[in-house]
Nanobody
Framework: QVQLVESGGGLVQPGGSLRLSCAASGSVYSINSRAWYRQAPGKQRELVARITGGGTTNYADSVKGRFTISRDNAKNTLYLQMNSLKPEDTAVYYC???????????????WGQGTQVTVSS
């Protein structure tokens, strides 16, 4: 019922910037959180940034001060602004929404298809 579509990935030089977007569709009863995860080849998926329904944000230590998560409620879109990119930021980035469709449902995770970010000279 909830669909997430990501865009904005690509190739960028170290020190450059990218902005990822995640457009959401479908209706939910409530949202617990929205987040960006990333996964590099051979590595575990890791949380990059998270924003709660109330607007509280959390960041992985590796991206703190460089990345910013935000949302546009009118557009139902989640963003990840990535500045001062490093080669170690190279990964597939996934949009995540934790939500429930009714008051009697448990919160469930919804995922986007992922978008590739490559940081290289």
């Amino acid at each position: 019922q909830v669909q997430l579509v990501e865009s904005g990935g690509g190739l960028v030089q170290p020190g450059g910037s990218l902005r990822l977007s995640c457009a959401a569709s479908g209706s939910v009863y409530s949202i617990n959180s929205r987040a960006w995860y990333r996964q590099a080849p051979g590595k575990q998926r890791e949380l990059v940034a998270r924003i709660t329904g109330g607007g509280t944000t959390n960041y992985a230590d590796s991206v703190k001060g460089r990345f910013t998560i935000s949302r546009d409620n009118a557009k139902n879109t989640l963003y990840l602004q990535m500045n001062s990119l490093k080669p170690e930021d190279t990964a597939v980035y996934y949009c995540n929404v934790q939500a429930r469709r009714s008051s009697w449902d448990s919160f469930r995770d919804y995922w986007g298809q992922g978008t590739q970010v490559t940081v290289s000279s």
